[in-house]
C-alpha cells in the first residue's frame, strides 16, 4: 500500500510539473515580444493592423515580469493600481478583437480572471485583431458596435487603440514607481528587445 501512495505521490509531482514546464512555455509564446517584419506596402488595413501589433508590443513589455505586490502598487489612493489599469486595457483589448470579429460589445461583463490571465488574455485578443485586419480587403468592415450604435473604424483610432497605448505608458510608469522598473534592453523605436 505504501508502493502505491508513494508511486501516487511521485505521478501527482510529475503532473504538476509538466503542467509548470507547460504554463511557462506558453508565458514564453505570447505575441509581441517582438514586432513582426513590417509589411512592403502601406494599406489602411496594414496600417491599422500594425499600430494594434504596436498596442500589443508596448503592453507585452509593460507588463512583463510583474509581481504580485505590483499589482496592488496605486501612486495614491484615488489613482488606478497596476492591477487596474491592465484590466481596463483588457476591456480596450476586448472592443479592438470584437471589432475585428464584427461582434457587438457587451457592457458589464464580469471578469474574474487574475492578472497573469489577464495579461495573456489581453495579448492572445490583440494578436487575433491583428491577424483579422491585416489580412482584410477593406477598413470599412471593422465597425465599433455598442448595442444598436455603430461607430467607423476611425473611433478605434482615436478611442480604444490610443486609449490603451497612454495606459501601457501609465504601468510603465507605475511599475518605475513601485520599485519593478521595465526591461531597458526594449526598443520600442525598432520593436526589438536587444541581447
Known amino acids: 500500500m505504501n508502493n502505491l501512495i508513494k508511486l501516487l505521490g511521485i505521478s501527482a509531482l510529475s503532473l504538476t510539473m509538466c503542467l ?9 509564446e505570447l505575441p509581441f515580444r517582438e514586432l513582426s517584419e513590417y509589411p512592403e506596402t502601406f494599406t489602411a488595413n496594414s496600417v491599422s493592423a500594425r499600430m494594434i501589433e504596436s ?8 507588463t512583463e515580469s510583474l509581481e504580485d505586490n505590483d ?4 501612486l495614491s489612493e484615488e489613482s488606478r493600481s497596476i492591477g487596474d489599469t491592465m484590466k481596463h486595457v483588457y476591456d480596450l483589448s476586448l472592443i479592438i478583437r470584437n471589432s475585428a470579429e464584427k461582434k457587438t460589445n457587451k457592457r458589464g461583463k464580469d471578469n474574474t480572471m487574475n492578472f497573469q490571465e489577464l495579461r495573456v488574455a489581453t495579448l492572445n485578443n490583440l494578436k487575433a485583431a491583428v491577424d483579422l485586419i491585416g489580412e482584410a480587403d477593406s477598413m470599412e468592415e471593422f465597425k465599433i458596435m ?14 480604444p487603440i490610443a486609449d490603451a497605448i497612454w495606459h501601457c505608458g501609465q504601468i510603465a510608469t507605475l511599475r518605475r514607481a513601485s520599485g519593478n522598473p ?11 528587445i536587444r541581447d
Request: without cysteine.
Open 55 to 62: 498596442l500589443g508590443f508596448r503592453f507585452y513589455w509593460a
Open 71 to 74: 499589482f496592488e502598487f496605486k
Open 182 to 192: 521595465m526591461n531597458s534592453k526594449v526598443n520600442h523605436f525598432s520593436g526589438t
Open 20 to 28: 509548470l514546464m507547460q504554463a511557462q512555455e506558453s508565458q514564453n
Open 146 to 159: 455598442f448595442g444598436s450604435n455603430s461607430f467607423p473604424f476611425w473611433n478605434q483610432v482615436n478611442g
